[in-house]
């Protein structure tokens, strides 16, 4: 691969030699120092690929030898280069380009934030803008130390913090306090300990529940409201005379079903704007804009002064990175022109609509795990509007964990003790 690479920038020729005897001709190379490569025989001559210093130096061993010498093709840099040499557009554009490229490798385009658990990148690289450490600075400006400084004065888990410059992009290595984490999983801990009931979410009738763990305070058909207690953490733990001596502290588990009644209303008015496309003999009026945008820089073809009261906007967008840093980014808007025409829905077109918004709106609801048992919603016209409404009959699963309230313990051996002195 290297070699081939050193031969491209040198340049090189293919050639085909015919004549008596062309092994004389190879030897005669061999014996003035002339290197070759790539010989092959194809039908009773042979072709070689040899470099243009070379080349130069074939006109006495031609004589010599009696063969003869027939260029086949022409390869690398120098060729390309004369191929070229009239086309200055192309040569100031490679030029741009390169100087462009040297240019943009002096800013900053991308900072990495890495080992970061509790502050998330977003946090971080505010905090950083507000410093003016930001994408699009020079690297020159780069403070490393005082970045370090001041994430660890401004963030107290921070622990640990190193800053660096790799490429076009600002490496920042972070490390935080593990003993602030452990802590928190203990008193997280601590606190499953504690107990959960499961408590009435919303009001409804228990229809089915089935106790995993903890006290069951409903049954089947008993009516509740919300924030009342389904399940309780709370075990309580009685003596051999079934007094209640104390609590065991539980996570309440269970699956409880519940039926409620929902309202629904979807509304939609009698008028609606249609849009009215400008358009040619065969095709629709649309203008297309290009732009790019480099950093925070932006440079686009689209004018300020947009002639059009109403349009749609559609823009494509294309990331690249120029040598894996350079964040370029390429846009093409198109412009659509329209008219507004005002039209009226007619009943069917009406019925129709709230009937599909309806049926979505039921699918929603069966993707959450919600049985619809009863329907009452019905379509109804008004002056201005056509609107849906009613009431659906649900069941779904109900409850959710709070944390349970300790139950105060009477202590009834004391009180008759007292009573008797």
């Known amino acids: 691969m290297f070699e081939q690479l050193i031969w491209y920038l040198k340049g090189y020729v293919r050639i085909r030699i015919t004549g008596y005897s062309p092994e004389r001709f190879l030897n005669a190379c061999r014996y003035k120092n002339i290197y070759i490569w790539d010989l092959k025989r194809v039908c009773g001559s042979y072709e070689m690929n040899l470099t243009i210093d070379g080349f130069r130096r074939l006109k006495e061993i031609v004589r010599k030898t009696g063969?003869?010498?027939?260029?086949?093709?022409?390869?690398?840099?120098?060729?390309?280069l004369h191929r070229y040499r009239k086309r200055h557009i192309l040569l100031?554009?490679?030029?741009?380009?390169?100087?462009?490229?040297?240019?943009?490798?002096?800013?900053i385009w991308g900072i990495d934030i890495s080992g970061n658990l509790s502050y998330t990148d977003d946090t971080?690289?505010?905090?950083?803008?507000?410093?003016?450490?930001?994408?699009?600075?020079?690297k020159s400006d780069v403070n490393c130390r005082k970045i370090v400084q001041d994430l660890r004065k401004k963030y107290d888990r921070i622990i640990w913090v190193s800053a660096s410059v790799d490429g076009c992009r600002l490496v920042i290595r972070i490390k935080e306090n593990e003993?602030?984490?452990?802590?928190?999983?203990?008193?997280?801990?601590?606190n499953n300990e504690e107990g959960k009931d499961i408590i009435a979410d919303t009001d409804c009738t228990i229809v089915d529940i089935i106790t995993r763990t903890g006290t069951p305070m409903v049954q089947r058909g008993t009516k509740v409201k919300k924030g009342a207690i389904l399940v309780s953490g709370q075990i309580p733990i009685c003596n051999d005379e079934k007094e209640i001596t104390g609590y065991r502290l539980k996570n309440a588990d269970a699956d409880i079903t519940g039926e409620k009644a929902i309202t629904y209303q979807k509304e939609l008015t009698r008028q609606y704007i249609q849009k009215k496309y400008y358009r040619s003999r065969f095709y629709f009026l649309q203008k297309r804009n290009y732009g790019i945008r480099l950093g925070r820089h932006y440079f686009t073809t689209e004018s300020k002064n947009n002639q059009y009261p109403v349009f749609e906007k559609h823009v494509v967008q294309k990331k690249y990175q120029i040598a894996n840093v350079i964040p370029v980014t390429l846009e093409k808007s198109t412009i659509t022109p329209y008219r507004q025409m005002y039209k009226k829905?007619?009943?069917?077109?009406a019925r129709m609509i709230l009937s599909a918004d309806f049926q979505d709106y039921c699918k929603e609801l069966e993707k959450k795990g919600v049985e619809i048992i009863q329907n009452d919603v019905k379509i109804y016209?008004?002056?201005?509007?056509?609107?849906?409404?009613?009431?659906?009959k649900i069941r779904c699963?109900?409850?959710?964990?709070?944390?349970?309230?300790?139950?105060?313990?009477?202590?009834s051996s004391e009180e008759e003790t007292k009573n008797g002195d």
């Open 397 to 411: 699963s109900v409850g959710r964990k709070m944390p349970s309230v300790p139950i105060p313990i009477e202590n």
């Open 67 to 80: 063969t003869k010498v027939c260029i086949i093709r022409r390869s690398g840099l120098p060729f390309l």
């Open 179 to 190: 003993d602030d984490f452990t802590d928190s999983s203990k008193i997280s801990l601590d």
């Open 345 to 349: 829905y007619t009943k069917a077109d």
């Open 124 to 138: 971080l690289k505010r905090f950083l803008s507000s410093e003016n450490v930001k994408d699009g600075m020079k």
């Open 92 to 107: 100031s554009g490679f030029l741009i380009c390169a100087s462009l490229i040297l240019f943009m490798t002096r800013f």
């Open 381 to 392: 016209t008004g002056s201005e509007t056509y609107y849906a409404e009613g009431t659906l």
